[in-house]
């Protein structure tokens, strides 16, 4: 090899490794999130996000309502498992959510942002995120105390009342909060022993799935959270109507989905909680009143005195 | 060598037949992929359901038990009283009288297992006697084990003529013979037991008993479909099915339906020719008839257990 054949040979190396910087995008897939694993939709269907100034920004999937259905039979198969750990396992794992959220706040941010939030808007959200989430954790071996009572009554009675988890709960997250909206409906019900179906926000989904992606890491049993995207018109009957889901939480305040809401979970007796404030940054959605919403009052007469 | 009883003699198949296993898994998941869609899945569940030996094999089954489980044998569901009656309530022996009781003036056949079940390992003599014993008691059929160990100690000879021997015993009784196709191993075993069973005087060959891991799979049922076929060209007899254990949801029954129409034709779509032993199969083929009924997807908390 001449010198000048071995001096091309260099520059084309160079010119390879500068072809190499500019390297293709690498894009996630936003999949849903079920049983602790990433299927895509059976339905094989998905949605094109797109950014302000139209720019695509990824494929979200477009859930079906059997995908609906697998995720409710996870959910179903976690519960007893979840219900019966110790409270205050409980609030270790939601306390981990919280560690794992935080070290991945600037992928969040960057989430947020990509959706049309200003970088202190993200920043505010994703930190509430992480609070609230710490918040809850606190709470799930505290609320019991608070809210159980031993009650007086006339006959020769010991009668007291404490909370157990309603079961399967069906969230329809708020569609104007991506991520604090979400952790504010889910944190309480499973702070409290449920295991949920979420349906996440259609026009921002990224945060969600990623979340996703902290519950993988956070010792959470699979099924306890199940997320899925799609659209809330094809599903919200189905959520609605489901006889092994025991509670629903309704986040808008869309009349019409109120009511069908309302009419189809009468069949089995579901309970309905209908969130219709959309200030997820206010005082009131942090209260441990949010977790009482899904729990049941057992009250036990026990004989004395005989 | 010899067997000295002259009328237990059998004619064992003249070869015996060596399985690919990799075509067999390749056929078994095309079975899997046929859409079948409501008004064909609701007949095809319904046709489920009149094949269903609905199951209680507890060492702790009391009569009462096997009360409860008549009672939902006679009435599946008293929403939809149009349902066929399923083919057989599947019990230990001593409670063959119980289920008589209950079942008297029905078309519901009672299966009594026999021939020390699960193990089979008791003496020939003592396996007569029972099964004599059960059949007069009431039982319309018998499901007895094969000797397993002899099997393996390639005594096909003894395996032969106890089944010949009990369906003897069985007088105007069906005979199942169980395989227990889980300790088998190999498929090329499962192949050469059914040919054993079928010579010697079986009516229904059965994959397992359902206390052994693994139970009935879409793969030994196939096989032993696959020798029913061949003993149906061979003599003109047309042999039973059943597998056993394992099969918990409609969907998987409707997998083994499409694999018995493919595999044997429409002459075996009968419960005379092809029945399923399960417990929970039930409920969960109830479930998907009332979804398509009322649209709404089902919580086995409105079935009723047995």
Not at chain 1, 132 to 141: E, F, M, Q, S, T
Not at chain 2, 148 to 176: M, P, T
Request: charged letters at 25%; aromatic letters at 8%.
């Amino acid at each position: 090899m001449s010198k000048a054949e071995r001096k091309a040979e260099v520059v084309d190396l160079k010119d390879r490794a500068a072809a190499r910087q500019e390297r293709l995008p690498v894009l996630k897939t936003y999949k849903l999130f079920i049983d602790g694993k990433f299927p895509r939709s059976e339905s094989e269907r998905y949605y094109a996000l797109t950014s302000a100034n139209g720019e695509s920004i990824a494929n979200v999937q477009l859930g079906s309502r059997k995908d609906f259905r697998n995720a409710v039979v996870a959910a179903r198969k976690a519960f007893p498992g979840w219900a019966g750990r110790t409270a205050y396992n409980r609030g270790q794992i939601l306390y981990r959510m919280a560690e794992m959220l935080e070290g991945r706040r600037a992928q969040f941010i960057e989430e947020l942002e990509t959706l049309g939030a200003s970088r202190s808007e993200a920043e505010t959200e994703t930190a509430m995120a992480v609070d609230r989430l710490i918040y809850y954790a606190g709470w799930a071996d505290k609320f019991q105390q608070v809210f159980s009572s031993v009650n007086p009554v006339a006959s020769s009675h010991f009668n007291f009342s404490m909370l157990e988890p309603t079961g399967v709960a069906a969230l329809l997250a708020p569609e104007d909060s991506g991520l604090l909206g979400l952790i504010s409906v889910v944190a309480p019900a499973v702070a409290g022993g449920n295991s949920v179906v979420v349906l996440a926000s259609h026009s921002k989904p990224l945060a969600a799935i990623t979340f996703s992606e902290v519950l993988h890491t956070s010792d959470l049993p699979a099924g306890v959270i199940n997320i899925l995207t799609g659209t809330r018109k094809e599903l919200l009957k189905h959520f609605a109507s489901h006889m092994d889901v025991n509670a629903l939480v309704y986040c808008g305040s869309d009349a019409e989905e109120i009511r069908t809401v309302q009419l189809e979970a009468a069949e089995n007796l579901k309970r309905v909680v209908i969130e219709e404030n959309s200030d997820w940054q206010s005082e009131e959605r942090q209260s441990p009143y949010t977790i009482l919403a899904t729990q049941e009052v057992k009250t036990t007469w026990h004989p004395i005195g005989l | 060598m010899p067997r000295n009883n002259a009328a237990l003699a059998v004619t064992l198949p003249p070869q015996f037949v060596p399985i690919d296993e990799v075509g067999i898994d390749e056929r078994v998941s095309r079975f899997s992929k046929r859409s079948i869609k409501k008004s064909s899945k609701v007949q095809a569940l319904k046709l489920a359901l009149s094949m269903l030996d609905l199951t209680t094999l507890s060492a702790h089954d009391t009569p009462e038990r096997v009360r409860q489980l008549c009672h939902k044998a006679k009435n599946l569901l008293e929403t939809m009283p149009e349902l066929p009656h399923v083919g057989a309530v599947c019990v230990y022996g001593p409670l063959v009288k119980v289920a008589k009781e209950v079942l008297k003036g029905t078309k519901i056949h009672i299966a009594a297992v026999s021939t020390a079940f699960p193990s089979g390992m008791a003496p020939l003599k003592t396996k007569l006697i029972e099964t004599r014993q059960f059949v007069a008691d009431g039982a319309d059929e018998i499901d007895m084990v094969i000797s397993r160990g002899k099997f393996f100690e390639g005594d096909y000879d003894y395996v032969a003529d106890e089944i010949a021997a009990v369906k003897e015993a069985c007088g105007k009784a069906h005979l199942k013979v169980i395989l227990e196709t889980g300790e088998l191993n190999t498929l090329d075993n499962v192949r050469r037991a059914s040919d054993i069973a079928m010579h010697a005087g079986a009516d229904f060959i059965k994959t397992s008993t359902g206390k052994v891991q693994p139970a009935a799979t879409p793969q030994v049922t196939l096989v032993m479909l696959e020798a029913i076929r061949d003993f149906y060209y061979a003599t003109g007899k047309k042999i039973g099915m059943k597998p056993a254990g394992g099969i918990a949801t409609a969907k998987q029954a409707l997998h083994y339906l499409v694999m018995l129409r493919e595999t044997l034709g429409e002459a075996w779509l009968t419960p005379d020719l092809f029945r399923f032993g399960a417990s929970k199969l039930a409920n969960d083929i109830l479930m998907q008839l009332v979804k398509e009924q009322t649209g709404a997807y089902q919580s086995i908390d409105y079935f009723s257990m047995e």
